[in-house]
């Protein structure tokens, strides 16, 4: 939910950004002058390229969230975490000594609801990756 506020100020903080830049493109345009004309295009390019980033952002966030079945608290449900579940396993027992495949293990076991095994783990992962920095 936070996120989602996050989202809405940041764009109506562009958008308000956006009106006054425009009107201040307005008056750079109507004064005559070579630089302030060029400079009052670019104040109405680039909050056009603005807002086209956001949309894209905002879109991209829109198609993000269609992927996955949710709850409404952002979290995965259990039979798509149950689905994912065997994937990670195997990377797993085929990578033993890779933090990363713990690391994503323990994710998988926390979304499927099984708090002491994500644990787990996530200690071992921690464990792997605190070893594998000092060998480096």
Not at 40 to 57: K, N, Q
Not at 61 to 79: I, K, M
Request: aromatic share 8%; hydrophobic share 50%; net charge positive.
């Amino acid at each position: 939910m936070r996120t989602r506020i996050a989202v809405v100020i940041m764009t109506a903080l562009l958008l308000l950004y956006i009106v006054l830049a425009g009107q201040r493109a307005l008056v750079l345009l109507g004064s005559g002058d070579g630089v302030g004309i060029a400079m009052g295009v670019a104040l109405i390019v680039l909050p056009i390229i603005a807002l086209w980033a956001i949309g894209r952002e905002l879109w991209f966030g829109v198609r993000a969230q269609r992927l996955g079945d949710v709850r409404p608290s952002g979290r995965a449900t259990r039979a798509d975490a149950d689905a994912l579940f065997p994937g990670y396993r195997a990377d797993v027992e085929a990578h033993p000594a890779d933090w990363r495949a713990w690391y994503r293990l323990g994710l998988a076991y926390d979304a499927s609801g099984d708090r002491r095994r994500a644990r787990e783990a996530v200690r071992r992962a921690i464990s792997l990756q605190a070893a594998d920095g000092r060998a480096g």
